[in-house]
């Protein structure tokens, strides 16, 4: 049976139907628990967290309808292990490739305990967004795959057919041109 496209998925999670966490999982179980294991560094812990998320999908879906359902699974799952990560000890499982990608950006986007209040959050978020937003396609990729899901330089390396060392350029010319427009826009 061929996997069904998003609105059909999204259609039968407000009809209540149980057959679309069955089709998240075929269409988007591998993808949301790669990026769970990224930041845990367990299989099990990451294999939850995919449970967590097809919960969550089913108690949110109605009502919000999301316009990309990949990108709404991603956020639902990288929020489980970042909970879970918060309350468990994953530095001793191995969990570390999620560290080292945070410390690579830290330096650019202040941490929650820097920012006092949520209108400042939420300027940094549209900020951060209109950014992305003026990237092109793959560079824009590159760095939502190393900085959201936490993907290893190789394996974004792998898929864009590029050189580790290219990626790594191309994510040091992004953090640098997201400090100066952040300083621009009175952020930084």
């Known amino acids: 049976m061929a996997a069904i496209n998003d609105a ?4 039968l ?11 998240i999982r075929k269409a988007y179980g591998d993808f949301c628990f790669q990026t769970a294991y990224r930041i845990l560094g367990s299989r099990e812990d990451a294999e939850e967290c995919v449970g967590d998320m097809l919960i969550d999908a089913w108690n949110s879906i109605p009502p ?26 994953s530095k001793k499982r191995g969990g570390m490739q999620f ?26 978020l549209a900020a951060v967004t209109a950014f992305l937003r003026s990237l092109p396609e793959q560079q824009k990729q590159i760095f939502m795959l190393r900085y959201f899901t936490a993907a290893p330089v190789k394996e974004i390396a792998e ?5 580790q060392n290219t990626v790594k350029l191309s994510l040091m010319r992004t953090r640098k041109k997201l400090k100066e427009y952040l300083r621009k826009e009175g952020l930084l």
């Open 13 to 23: 999670l407000q009809k209540r139907d149980e057959a679309a966490l069955q089709e």
């Open 64 to 89: 919000h309808n999301p316009n990309s359902l990949c990108a709404y699974l991603t956020v639902l799952v990288r929020r489980s292990a970042l909970d879970r990560l918060r309350h468990e000890t």
């Open 99 to 124: 560290a080292a990608a945070l410390d690579e950006i830290a330096e650019i986007i202040p941490s929650d305990e820097r920012i006092e209040s949520e209108v400042e959050r939420r300027e940094m």
């Open 8 to 11: 059909a998925i999204i259609a």
């Open 159 to 163: 898929r864009f057919g590029l050189t």
